[in-house]
Each structure stands twice: as C-alpha cells, then as structure tokens.
C-alpha cells in the first residue's frame, strides 16, 4: 500500500500520461481518482470511460462527439469525452479492449490533442491528460499483433502496476477498516469494528475479486450485522460456510456468482473469463459493471 500512496504522491502532480495495470478489482479506478486529484488538474473535470463496455459502432461519437443529423438518432450536437475533460483528466477504463480499427484514430489525438466530432469536418483541440487501465498484458498484445506499439508508447509514460491483494495480505485489515468506516457512514449502523473471527477469516480468504470483492464483503456485514462488532460469519467467506441454494437464487444472483467463480479460475483474466462464458467482451464488462465486479 505504501509503495502505491509514494507512487500517487510523485507522479499525480506531473502531466505525465499514467498506465496502471492489475487485475479487477485492484483499485485501478481508485488510482486513477488520486492521481487526479494530486495533480494541477484536479479542479477540473475527470471524465470515465470503459472502452471494454463500448460497441465499436458508438465508439467515435463517445469519445470524440457527433452533429445533429451524423446518423440516425444523433438527434442534437453532442460533445464526446475528449471534449468534456478539456483542461481535466480522461481515465479510459480497460484500454486492453480498444479495437484495432479504432487505435489510430486514438493516437492521432493522443499525439496531437486534435479531433473532429462524427459528422463534421471541424477540428477541436483539447488539453487532456490521460490516464489509462487494464488487466491484459499489453506487450504481449502488441507481441500478437492486437495493439499498436506506438499507441502504447503514448500511453505508458509512466506504468503503474497494482499488485492482487493475496500479494498484499498486510493491506487487508487496512482496506477493511477504510470500507468499515465508510459502509458504516453510509448506513448508519452502530458497528464498532471486527472481531478477531472476522479478521483471521479476512486474512485466510484468497480474495479472487480483489479490493472490489473485500469492498463488498465489509458492505454485507455492515448490513447483516446483529451486534457492535462483525464476526467472521456476517463476512460470509470460505468454502465450508454454506451458501444459498441455485433454485433459491434469483437470475441476476445466479450470473454474479458465476462470473465470480469464472473470474477466480481466470485469475482475473476477464478476457479469458468472458470467453469460457461464450460472451464478447463488450458483454461481458457490461455485466461487471452492472453487478459492480
């Protein structure tokens, strides 16, 4: 952890485009708010964008913005998200996932900070910083062909790697008590902390889902509480605590848990995740960001 905040507390006040790489759930998202907000942008917009989430046909028009009458239900002017972060920071989410028809056009404006909106032949300038991240290993996608190197070499100025949190087990207890404190501001329970049940079983768990999963672990037993003090079973971690059964589960349950269980024997690969589920990336990251994964 500490290692990290030193990393945020040198490069956020450069304007250094930034590429963290991680697993999910490694907090790149978190990362990349600090950074911005250490840096001499932070007063300005940060705009987000999850390219994995984005249809190749609607790509240009949410990065770069459309005109009235550039195609069927482009209904008004639209800026895109370039635009919107002039003068701020644009974090593009799962950077792995950008097309290779499409990474030209990236470079162009990452090199040149130049755009045209679809539909016009105007050409806008913006001042953004960026910030990137993804769980691919994106020399090796290079390696293969799939991502332009030179686009890469304007990305990376400076890498950040986050590692998986069963790399970091002294960060666990720290990252609880942070969320704790949080969830229980949030719903206004009179817990007081954990016992010492609930944090050896933190400390045991392998965490496949990362700081997002021990996020969502400290929200349920913030909730599912009876007493001051959370215990080992309102975590609800380990294979020998029994979980509900499939017929009692709803669907949207039932696909959490899969994708969860699918992540975990991917190692977090959500290419390879999205692939053993016989779903297209863009799909996929949408279920992630619909059960918040």
């Known amino acids: 952890m500490r290692p990290v905040l030193d990393i945020i507390a040198r490069v956020g006040p450069s304007d250094a485009n930034v590429l963290i790489t991680g697993e ?4 790149k998202g978190l990362v990349a708010q600090a950074l911005h907000a250490v840096s001499a942008r932070g007063s300005r917009p940060l705009i987000s964008v999850n390219i994995g989430g984005l249809p190749e046909g609607v790509f240009e028009s949410e990065l770069f913005g459309h005109v009235k009458g550039a195609f069927t239900d ?17 974090f593009l989410d799962e950077i792995g996932n950008l097309p290779m028809s499409q990474q030209a056009k990236m470079l ?4 040149t900070g130049e755009f045209e909106r679809v539909g016009s032949s105007r050409t806008y300038r913006g001042s953004v910083r960026l910030i990137s991240a993804t769980n691919a290993d994106l020399a090796a996608e290079v390696a293969a062909g799939r991502f332009r190197q030179d686009l890469l070499f304007r990305l990376n100025t400076i890498q950040l790697h986050l590692p998986p949190l069963r790399e970091r087990r002294e960060d666990i207890e720290l990252l609880a008590q942070h969320f704790l404190r949080q969830h229980i501001e949030r719903y206004h329970k009179g817990i007081t902390g954990f016992d010492e049940t609930a944090l050896q079983a933190m ?4 965490w496949p889902g990362n700081v997002r999963e021990l996020d969502h672990a400290v929200e ?3 909730l599912m509480a ?7 079973a309102d975590l609800a971690l380990g294979a ?4 509900p059964r499939l017929e009692d589960m709803s669907l949207e349950e039932v696909e959490t848990l899969l994708i969860r269980k699918t992540l975990a024997r991917c190692d977090g690969n959500a290419r390879r995740a999205a692939d053993e589920l016989g779903l297209s990336r863009s799909a996929f990251y949408r ?3 619909k059960y918040k994964l």
Do not use: C
């Open 240 to 243: 020998g605590q029994s979980g």
């Open 203 to 206: 400390r045991a768990h392998a």
């Open 24 to 27: 999910n759930g490694t907090g």
């Open 108 to 111: 162009r404006t990452v090199e």
């Open 74 to 90: 482009a209904k008004t002017d639209r800026a895109g998200r370039f635009e919107l972060a002039d003068g701020g920071t644009l």
């Open 226 to 232: 009876q007493g001051k003090v959370i215990r080992a």
């Open 287 to 289: 279920r992630l960001e």
């Open 220 to 222: 349920r037993a913030v």
